[in-house]
């Protein structure tokens, strides 16, 4: 589907918006580990978090769907049951690498599934480091899907993970939660850090980097939780705001972690006025009000370190960055290659089509030039950042902008469009 977008003068009003993905993926794992019955609140409607939960029904559990909850009837410490065909976890790599740790433990074989652009995804990055606990894992010779698990006598492990990717760290995780004996995973370099908070690990700033304690002790129980709007998705807002003239808008109950609020700080480096409104600490995340006006931004260098902070967001930023003082330039981000699209790629094609000279590298981009008048059509590569991104930025190009395939931002925010159109005074 071609969706359109409108040259928009000025966005005015106030979002709640569905909860983190990232969270809503681990609680609906945690719900369905845990013993008994837990109550899931502002669930974020993605369609990568339905894959989740598709998976975890086809382990035995239950999910009841309500408009303002879900109940989840969880199984207990390896209480799943051997599912009767692949687990097909979609678009979403949260899903395939969380479950693999979880189903690394379990004493039944399962293969794991997903669509096209899944299916090209790196999974060694999982494989290798479970295999170190004694983990049956394979992948095929691309290391690649399917994932095929089968029982084994898993072990605990002392381990400094070697990529800077928060799936790793949490597939390792929800692997040793199954062991008496403790595990450690030692990180240099910080990425989300959610799947420690709710599942209360100790951890530990050392001169090697964050330790993270991990056993049985810390396994899942029942429990009730609200999950906080998800920032990643605030952040596409965040920029029309800033972008378009005389716009005030604020959004609602955001999740503030500091690994997640690398976003938020650049854009108010570049001189973004960005108000951050009844700061509160709930179920020991951060969580508050995010207010923005209209603002003139000016470029500002990305630290290396604080790429896996943002790198969901690089699209986005990249966006505000064309309308700031100064070329937008970033390195560092590799990874960015193995998102739902070579995002790197995806982005620079984007870029010229909208009349900007792209300098392409490895490891990013650099953006300069000025942004054409003519009406331009971008693909989303079937990647729903990308989409949103081009959305955003046809809205504040003079004469509009469309985005082909544009049904694929229901993998994070199925309601951007009517979201948009609650803003907008064309
Ligand atoms: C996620 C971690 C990040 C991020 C992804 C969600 C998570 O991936 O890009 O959208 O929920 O753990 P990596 O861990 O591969 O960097």
Same mark, same amino acid.
């Given at each position: 589907m071609i969706q359109k977008f409108e040259n928009i003068n000025s966005i005015k009003g106030e979002l709640f918006l569905r909860g983190d993905k990232s969270i809503s993926h681990r609680v609906v794992m945690f719900a369905a580990m845990a013993d008994g019955i837990s109550v899931i609140r502002n669930c974020s409607s993605s369609e990568d978090v339905r894959s989740t939960i598709n998976c975890f029904e086809k382990l035995g559990c239950k999910f009841e769907i309500t408009d303002d909850q879900i109940k989840v009837i969880g199984k207990g410490f390896k209480g799943f049951t051997k599912p009767n065909s692949e687990l097909y976890a979609g678009n979403s790599g949260t899903t395939a690498r969380l479950i693999s740790g979880i189903l690394?433990?379990?004493?039944?074989?399962?293969?794991?599934?997903?669509?096209?652009?899944?299916?090209?995804?790196?999974?060694?990055?999982?494989v290798e480091p479970l295999r170190l606990m004694s983990a049956d894992i394979s992948v095929n010779k691309n290391g690649t899907l399917p994932i095929i698990i089968k029982p084994s006598l898993i072990k605990s492990i002392i381990y400094k993970l070697q990529i800077a990717s928060a799936q790793v760290k949490s597939a390792m995780i929800l692997c040793a939660i199954h062991l008496d004996e403790e595990s450690v995973f030692i990180e240099e370099t910080q990425t989300r850090n959610h799947t420690e908070k709710l599942l209360n690990l100790k951890t530990e700033i050392t001169n090697e980097g964050i330790k %993270?304690? *991990?056993s049985k002790n810390n396994y899942p129980k029942p429990f009730e939780l609200t999950i906080p709007a998800d920032i990643s998705s605030a952040a596409f807002f965040t920029v029309l705001g800033l972008l378009t003239k005389n716009s005030e808008l604020i959004i609602r109950n955001v999740l503030l972690n500091e690994t997640r609020t690398g976003v938020i700080n650049i854009l108010q480096q570049m001189g973004g006025k960005i108000e951050i409104e009844n700061e509160r600490e709930e179920k020991g995340e951060k969580v508050g009000g %995010?207010? *923005?006006?209209?603002?003139?931004?000016?470029?500002?260098?990305?630290?290396?370190?604080?790429?896996?902070?943002?790198?969901?967001?690089?699209?986005?930023?990249?966006?505000?960055?064309?309308?700031?003082?100064?070329?937008?330039r970033i390195n560092n981000a590799k990874e960015l290659r193995v998102k739902e699209s070579d995002r790197i790629k995806s982005?620079?094609?984007?870029?010229?089509?909208?009349?900007?000279?792209?300098?392409?590298?490895?490891?990013g981009f650099e953006l300069s030039g000025n942004v054409s008048n003519a009406e331009t059509i971008f693909e989303s590569y079937d990647d729903h950042r990308i989409a949103m991104a081009f959305g955003v930025l046809s809205m504040i190009m003079k004469n509009g902008g469309s985005v082909n395939d544009f049904e694929c931002v229901r993998i994070s925010n199925p309601q951007f469009v009517e979201q948009v159109n609650s803003l907008c005074n064309y």
């Open positions: 690394s433990a379990q004493n039944f074989e399962s293969v794991i599934t997903g669509d096209e652009s899944l299916s090209q995804r790196p999974m060694k990055r999982i %993270i304690y *991990v %995010i207010r *923005v006006y209209s603002s003139k931004l000016k470029n500002v260098s990305i630290p290396k370190t604080i790429i896996p902070n943002i790198i969901d967001e690089i699209p986005i930023l990249s966006v505000a960055g064309i309308f700031a003082e100064g070329n937008f982005l620079c094609n984007n870029f010229r089509k909208a009349g900007l000279t792209v300098d392409e590298f490895d490891d």
